[in-house]
């Protein structure tokens, strides 16, 4: 073979070597940004004032990538913003106004009285699980270690692990983290004053009485105090 035709073969390899790297670069270029568009998608529905969507659930659950490292990125994800939305309903609902809406209702104050035993303990109760998960979405965004639990193939190359950390800052996280600071401190300060309103109750037991639906006091001062307490409820609401 002559020099001549060995450089031609030489020539012809490193092209289609160079063709195939090319091919396999578009290819991972086109996969990451179908996932990116993915997780953009998600992120529409990502905040604290979502309710359950069945859209969300599609996106999260349908899968674009069928084969590869790449599969492996988008299924890992979706598991990772799957788990963000779970906690994101559950700490909705626990500081939901509704949660809290029966507990100076005529019915309950007529049922739990005169010590609210009932009342205060699901109070605490609730105060406990929105401290839980407050702390728990606050994990969910700020912990690259939180993050990294949801790959499933832990010796992932850099590029990929990179990657994938990359997808979880893609959600507009210090929104949400603002918000979820306000409605924290929003929550516990409406669960201080329905404390406050059920203690206020117990001190007085022998002075209030609920007629038609409605709490009577036999002192005005009493139901002065009483309202000047849940009139922060109104503040509160605000």
């Known amino acids: 073979m002559n020099k001549k035709i060995l450089t031609i073969i030489i020539t012809s390899l490193i092209i289609i070597a160079i063709a195939i790297i090319a091919i396999k670069l578009v290819s991972d270029l086109n996969k990451e940004t179908t996932i990116?568009?993915?997780?953009?998608e998600i992120n529409k529905y990502i905040n604290l004032n979502q309710n359950a969507n069945d859209k969300i659930n599609e996106v999260l659950t349908r899968r674009q990538i069928t084969k590869g490292k790449y599969k492996n990125i988008e299924n890992d994800i979706k598991e990772y913003y799957q788990a963000l939305y779970s906690d994101i309903q559950n700490y909705t609902f626990l500081i939901a106004s509704d949660t809290f809406a029966s507990y100076l209702s005529s019915d309950n104050l007529s049922e739990d009285k005169p010590s609210f035993i009932k009342s205060k303990d699901n109070l605490q109760n609730t105060k406990a699980q929105i401290e839980e998960y407050y702390n728990k979405l606050k994990d969910d965004l700020n912990s690259e270690a939180t993050k990294l639990n949801y790959i499933t193939n832990q010796n992932l190359d850099t590029y990929y692990r990179n990657f994938y950390l990359e997808l979880t800052e893609m959600v507009n996280k210090e929104e949400l983290l603002k918000e979820l600071d306000k409605t924290y401190q929003d929550t516990l300060s409406k669960i201080d004053i329905y404390n406050e309103a059920l203690d206020f109750l117990i001190a007085n037991k022998g002075h209030?009485?609920?007629?038609?639906?409605?709490i009577i006091f036999d002192d005005n001062l009493l139901y002065e105090g009483y309202l000047k307490i849940t009139d922060k409820l109104?503040?509160?609401?605000?």
């Open 36 to 40: 990116k568009n993915e997780v953009k």
């Open 208 to 214: 209030w009485s609920i007629k038609n639906n409605v």
């Open 234 to 238: 109104e503040v509160s609401e605000n």
